[in-house]
C-alpha cells in the first residue's frame, strides 16, 4: 500500500495528567480495530512512533517477541554441575523468560536439583521455582524492569555494597560471627542485583528501550554497565577483607601467630575516617550521576586529587608503628580497598561528565 498522509492530530491532556491522541477512523475502520484492540507502540531510531495493531504483528510473525522467551537444557548428574549452573546463569542474564532443567536418570538427580533450586535462590533476584517433577524442575523469572528500575536497582546495590565494607572494617575490632555473615549475605545481595540490572540493560538494549529505562540515549546502557563492575568489586573487596581477618585471627588462635597488641586504636580510627571519605565521595558519586549534575561530578574529581597527600599521611603512620608483617597486610588491604572506592567514585563522576557534557555544551553560548 501507497504512503498515505492522515494529517496531524492534537495531543491532548487528560485531567489525570496523561497525554493522549486520537486515532485516524478511516484508519481504524480499514484495519478492523474496535473497541479493545491491542496496539503496540515502538520508539524507532529517529525518536519516531509507530504503532502496530497486535493481529498484523502476529500475522506477519512480529509479535514473538511479546512471548516469553522460554529455553531448554539437560543436565547430566555424571558430569560436573558448574557447567549447567553456568548456563543457568547466562540464560537469565540475556532475558531468558522460563528455563526449564531436565536432569538425566532421575534416581540420580536428586542432589543436583538440590544444587540447581540452592543455586536459582541465591543468584537471581525476582525467579521461583513454579513447577517440578522427578526429573525437570521450571525456572520462572517473574520481576519486570518496569517493578524495579535500572537507577534503583544500582543505588540500592551501592547502599548495600558500602555496608558490607564498613562491616568488614568493624570486623577487624569485633571478629563477631554474626558481621562477617552479614558481609558474606551482602557481597551476595550485591552480585544478585548486578545480574538483575545487567538483565534489564540487555532487554532494553534489544528492545530500544533506553528512554523507557529512564536514559535519553542508548549510550547510557554502557555508563551503567560500568558502574555495576564498579560495585560489584566493592562488594569482593569487603569479603576479602573478613576472609583476611579471619585467617589471620585462626592462626592467633591456633598459636601459630602470637601477636600481643593486632590492634593500634590510632590506626583504626584513621582507616575508619577515611572509608567514611570514601563512602561519602562515592554516595556523592551516585547523586550526581542520578540528579546529571556536572558541577557536582567535577568537585568530587578535585576532591579526589586533594587526598592524595591525605592517603600518604596515613601509609606513613601504618609504616611508622612497626607492627608484625600480618598485621600490616590488613591494614593495607583495608586501606586499599577505601581507595579503590574512592577511584570508583571518581569513575562514577567520570560517568556522570560523559552523561551531561553534550546536552551542557549544546546549551553554551560565546559572545
Not at 494529517?7 to 480495530?33: A, F, H, M, N
Not at 510473525?61 to 557447567?83: F, Q, R
Not at 593495607?332 to 552523561?355: P, Q, V
Amino acid at each position: 500500500m501507497a504512503e498515505k498522509d492522515l494529517g496531524y492530530r492534537r495531543v491532548q491532556c487528560t485531567g489525570r495528567g496523561s497525554y493522549i491522541i486520537s486515532l485516524p477512523k478511516e484508519w481504524v475502520e480499514d484495519i478492523g480495530l474496535k473497541r479493545g484492540s491491542e496496539i503496540a507502540f515502538n520508539i524507532q531510531p529517529d525518536n519516531t512512533l509507530s504503532l502496530i495493531p497486535r493481529k498484523i504483528a502476529e500475522r506477519e510473525g512480529k509479535a514473538d517477541a511479546a512471548k516469553p522467551k522460554e529455553y531448554y537444557i539437560t543436565v547430566d548428574p555424571k558430569e560436573a554441575s558448574e557447567s549447567a549452573l553456568r548456563m543457568i546463569r547466562a540464560l537469565y542474564a540475556i532475558g531468558a523468560d522460563i528455563i526449564r532443567v531436565h536432569f538425566k536418570n532421575a534416581k540420580d538427580a536428586a542432589k543436583n536439583k538440590n544444587e540447581t533450586k540452592n543455586f536459582v535462590r541465591d543468584t537471581f533476584l525476582g525467579a521461583e521455582i513454579i513447577d517440578e517433577t522427578p526429573d525437570e524442575i521450571t525456572l520462572q523469572i517473574l520481576i519486570k524492569h518496569s517493578e524495579f528500575g535500572i537507577e534503583k536497582a544500582v543505588r540500592r546495590m551501592a547502599i548495600v555494597a558500602l555496608a558490607a565494607n564498613r562491616d568488614a572494617i568493624s570486623y577487624l575490632k569485633d571478629q563477631n560471627s554474626a558481621i562477617a555473615d552479614s558481609v558474606i549475605n551482602a557481597r551476595n545481595d550485591v552480585n544478585r542485583l548486578g545480574l538483575y540490572i545487567v538483565r534489564q540493560l540487555k532487554y532494553g538494549i534489544e528492545r530500544n528501550l533506553y528512554r523507557e529505562l529512564g536514559f535519553r540515549t542508548p549510550k547510557e546502557f554502557l555508563l551503567y554497565r560500568i558502574a555495576v563492575n564498579d560495585v560489584e568489586n566493592i562488594g569482593e573487596n569487603a569479603l576479602g577483607i573478613v576472609n583476611h581477618i579471619g585467617a589471620f585471627q585462626k592462626l592467633i588462635n591456633n598459636e601459630t601467630l602470637f601477636i600481643r597488641d593486632p590492634l593500634d586504636e590510632e590506626v583504626y580510627t584513621q582507616l575508619v575516617s577515611y572509608f567514611s571519605l570514601a563512602q561519602q565521595t562515592y554516595d556523592d558519586a551516585i547523586k550526581a550521576i542520578f540528579k546529571r549534575d556536572y558541577k557536582d561530578a567535577e568537585k568530587i574529581i578535585s576532591k579526589r586529587e586533594s587526598l592524595v597527600a591525605l592517603e600518604n599521611e596515613l601509609i606513613m603512620l601504618i609504616s611508622s608503628k612497626k607492627f608484625d608483617p600480618n598485621v600490616v597486610s590488613i591494614l593495607r588491604l583495608i586501606f586499599d580497598s577505601s581507595k579503590r572506592i574512592m577511584d570508583y567514585g571518581r569513575n562514577m563522576a567520570e560517568l556522570a561528565l560523559n552523561r551531561t557534557v553534550e546536552e551542557l555544551c549544546s546549551t553554551l553560548t560565546y559572545r
